[in-house]
């Protein structure tokens, strides 16, 4: 299992953390996704452990996006962070792109394969900084810290769709995660949770979108996270810079 390097952008990220339909269907048990019996989602973990490994094998992209806003000190702000992630089959190679726009404003370009990562890092009008490290694990190419706490909320079936002979199922949790990294260390009056994860049969999880209110230091804040996947491969394109540091490492 390949070690996740990527940490800083990680942390970024984890700090905020033609379809025909049938209504009212639901899957039966042999066609539910994984995880998912009785109408419910029972067991995250082979949830995420179908999705990690369903989307590896084929390669993807996805595009994650976290909002927060609210006031401090009487100021209003916004917080915006946003990372799309390209990945080939079998993470042969890789590449994601995070923004962060606020307070500070930071981007960090990664590109990597089976034995090496390469960063830069663009932040405070500096000139770029530039790492080399280990890859980062499939694992966490594939979503699986910013998904996981979210997967803890009660998850119900509303709906089954069929899209290109692909069934969909839509679950919806309006009751919060029992994970308290679902929100800010700091969060508190947490509220108004709702959230709806829509995934394949082969447990891909093809989209996640929470939205929460809470309190930031006695102050309302709202929260929104949307997760988007494309389950083909997209083909990874490396950066010229990377070329440059591999000829003068």
Not at 84 to 103: F, I, M
Request: hydrophobic share 30%; charged share 25%.
């Amino acid at each position: 299992m390949k070690r996740a390097y990527g940490a800083i952008a990680l942390c970024l990220l984890l700090a905020l953390a033609g379809c025909s339909a049938l209504p009212g269907a639901s899957p039966s048990t042999s066609e539910a996704p994984p995880g998912v019996e009785d109408e419910q989602l029972t067991n995250s973990t082979a949830l995420l452990d179908a999705h990690v490994e369903a989307v590896t094998a084929s390669g993807y992209s996805h595009e994650v996006n976290l909002t927060q806003s609210g006031t401090v000190d009487g100021e209003s702000f916004t917080s915006e962070r946003r990372q799309r992630t390209t990945v080939e089959a079998n993470a042969a190679e890789y590449r994601y792109q995070l923004v962060n726009n606020g307070r500070a404003n930071s981007r960090f370009i990664v590109w990597g394969n089976e034995t090496v990562e390469y960063q830069r890092i663009e932040a405070g009008g500096r000139d770029p900084q530039y790492r080399r490290g280990e890859p980062t694990a499939t694992e966490s190419l594939a979503g699986q810290p910013l998904l996981e706490p979210h997967l803890s909320a009660p998850y119900e079936v509303v709906d089954t769709t069929e899209s290109n002979g692909t069934t969909l199922t839509t679950l919806s949790a309006t009751d919060r995660p029992e994970s308290e990294a679902a929100f800010p260390r700091n969060a508190t009056n947490i509220r108004e949770y709702e959230s709806e994860l829509v995934v394949d049969g082969d447990g891909r999880i093809r989209s996640l979108s929470v939205g929460v209110t809470y309190d930031i230091d006695g102050e309302s804040a709202d929260y929104r996270f949307t997760f988007e996947l494309d389950s083909e491969d997209p083909g990874v394109e490396r950066p010229a810079w990377v070329e440059s540091l591999e000829d003068s490492s």
